[in-house]
């Protein structure tokens, strides 16, 4: 019989998971680990949440799929819910199944609305690994194997105010930034950036893209990642946490890119249907009903001053990055194999960007699951001096 393997492009934790509740997740040993990994920040209103389980059991029984051409009761329901947190300005939104297809739609919609072709992106900066985002994605060795990837991109420093003036001009359709940059190491933006950013695309008339497909949606301490800056973009990019961990993404924009789209100008087969539009509304409702963005700050403010002490108090010099419960440990040099045997002591993290040991817990963090992160990484730090 033929052996069907999966394509290895992931390095494995050497796991094996069988179920997940909450903040926790448990191996077929029995073990029972705290999840700040949460699938890239995915899991971030926890794994099996029942408020947001039994809505989406709910529509699994009554209707799972439906073409965006016949109108439905849970997508009408989405987009009221939607009302509530997306800023009046992002008056339109199309649904997709993953980040990637996010960054897709709001690249096709930017060179639709505005008849130019160039895009800015940025050192660092990833946006998903579909050959349009990928175009916009950093990493040359992402990029690399892939190439001619699409034409008139140029990346600039992240950061660095003054570059911007010269790279955004009146031939950019659009720039696209992460406000917190995820998998390139947890680089928070700094307000005099995204401020000349958002300058010079009004007086260039070019369209700003914040990509909020890992910083979205609570993690940072608020809704969105950009209202610690009150800049608003022209096109938001979400997905990972709000489907509560159901795969869902969206594009929000405004309503002259909104009209710039005609019939069949995009499309999607499993995008927007019933089930992911309820999960969304399910996800809304945690996210406001149990201040989600607000116990994301003070649990990650916590975590944060907790990891500087542990650093101090172990002698280390590395740098706490990042903001609300989407923090970094840059150790300086490559952390995968600290990311990986973290697990040993209870933990699970990611790695991101070159050097940064990543944490991304759900929102209901305790005050001793963050004693039991110093704990293993103390154990972890002890043991490789
Ligand atoms: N954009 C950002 C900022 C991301 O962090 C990611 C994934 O990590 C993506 C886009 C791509 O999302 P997906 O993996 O769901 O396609």
Known sequence: MNHVMLINVYRKYGLRIIKGYMQYVWDDKGNKYLDCHTNYGAAFLGHCNPRIVKPIVEQLNKLMMLPYSIDNDA???????????????????????????????????????????????????????TMGSLSVTWKPKYRKPYQPLIPEVVFAKFNDVKEVDKVVDDKTAAVIVEPIQGEGGINVASKEFLKALRERTFETNTLLIFDEVQCGFGRTGKVWAFQHYSIEPDILTAGKAIGGGYPVSFVATCSEVAESLEIGDHGTTYGGNPVACTAVSAAINVLLGENVPERAATKGNLLSKRLSELIEDMGFNFKIKGLGLMLGVDFGRNPEEEAIRLKNYGVLAVRAGESVLRFLPPYMISRDDIEHVITALRKLLAGKV
Do not use: C, M, W, Y
């Open 75 to 129: 997508r009408d329901g989405v987009l009221k819910d939607l009302s509530k947190i997306l800023p009046k300005k992002l008056s339109h939104v199309f649904f997709q199944s993953t980040g990637t297809e996010a960054v897709e739609a709001a690249l096709k919609f930017s060179r639709k609305a505005t008849k130019r072709r160039k895009i800015v992106a940025f050192e660092n900066a990833f946006h998903g690994r």
